[in-house]
């Protein structure tokens, strides 16, 4: 039975549909702080549970009678940056009574990390597992900090923590809030409505991207695999890095008059140029047998599809 905090967000959706199918409907809790769609509260239970908040969160994971939190509470990259106290709150002090209640109703935890968990001192190309993590902004020091306290809880209290870095994660029918990876999914929803679009990152910047299903089938398969499996507790995954350009380039190929244009964002480039330029992820398809499906093309397709779908869904309704 499954508790997800924050998981109104982009990937906290789409992981509930697949738990639900897999495990039960009833044995998946979304839990968050805002209203959910109609739609949302047809597919299984929900619940308002603030991470802020440790005796409400251990009341939700008793009376569920759970046996994994999967944490997805953050402010994401950019949103952290413009509001700093709130995303030491949330995704520090939040994640600290997650991983309490966790190990003391011996709970499984799984908390996801990023490619903005790396900074400039890191290797860039590519950045392993194990290096130099000095990130610079509150996200990515947060994301280090769950990292290096959901290890520390799993040595001392033999907890079972278990951390995915992800790319920027791309999907089209949950919405990103509010990171620097946005672009890429942005861009397919204008590329269809009007034909081009205005980047808010460089031509050339280069970042490690994935499709949303890969993310979230790594994610169940990750959870499951028995830990005799796991030689450390905290992974890369990795299935494609691109460029504003690479994508645009891919993108004509399905719409041969797209036009991309650049509006540089000082403050998303200066993130992105701090970010990993390419994942590497030897010790994920060694250990648990990882490994993508969707690569740049199929990526591209699967946008493009997916957003025609939900236009003809808008149009009819
Ligand atoms: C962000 N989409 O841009 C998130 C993600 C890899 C980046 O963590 O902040």
Redesign the pocket.
Known sequence: RFILPGGLGQLGQGLAKKLRSKYGRENVLLTDIRIPDKSIVKEGPYAYADTLNYDAIKELAVNHRADWLIHFSAL???VGEANVPLAVKVNINGMHNVLDVANELGLKLFIPS???AFGTDSPRNPTPDVCIQRPKTI?GVAKVHAERMGEYYHHRFNLDFRCLR????ISCDTK?GG????YAVEIFHKALSNGSFVCNVAPDTRLPMMQIDDCLDATIKFMETDVSKLHQRVYNINSMSFTPEELAHEIRKHIPNFEITYDVNPMLQEIANSWPDVFEDDNSRRDWEWEHKYDLSKLVEYMLEGIKKQMCIQKVA
């Open positions: 994401l990259s950019a990023t490619i903005g996200y992800f790319p920027g994660i990103p990171g620097t990876t946005d």
